[in-house]
Nanobody
Framework: QVQLVESGGGLVQAGGSLRLSCAASVRTLSYLHMGWFRQAPGKEREFVAGFRWTIGSTDYADAVKGRFTFSRGNAKNTVYLEMNSLKAEDTAVYYC???????????WGQGTQVTVSS
């Protein structure tokens, strides 16, 4: 069982930046693929950014390309989502997700709220 804990959400003005962190309860992420999803009120959960084992590289949703950056930290069990030029439509609960390589995401964090005021 992998536990994921997100942090870093909050309220920010449009055009601002936030960095989300996700710490996994494992010593290394080498056998996991990690990603970020978000869910806005009344909408389905959607993929934002993360490592796609199907293509072997990091991928981004079109809506966030050029503004968000997914990365792994020096601590081998942490990933980040750097969010710049935030827009009101980025407002959502952001979830960290993980899955064993070769499988779908199966572990989820509790979510962290990001609110962008226009």
């Amino acid at each position: 069982q992998v536990q994921l804990v997100e942090s870093g959400g909050g309220l920010v003005q449009a055009g601002g930046s936030l960095r989300l962190s996700c710490a996994a309860s494992v010593r290394t992420l080498s056998y996991l693929h990690m990603g970020w999803f978000r869910q806005a009120p009344g909408k389905e959960r959607e993929f934002v950014a993360g490592f796609r084992w199907t293509i072997g590289s990091t991928d981004y949703a079109d809506a966030v390309k050029g503004r968000f950056t997914f990365s792994r930290g020096n601590a081998k069990n942490t990933v980040y989502l750097e969010m710049n030029s935030l827009k009101a439509e980025d407002t959502a609960v952001y979830y960290c997700a993980a899955g064993l390589l070769g499988t779908n995401y199966s572990y989820w964090g509790q979510g962290t709220q990001v609110t962008v005021s226009s």
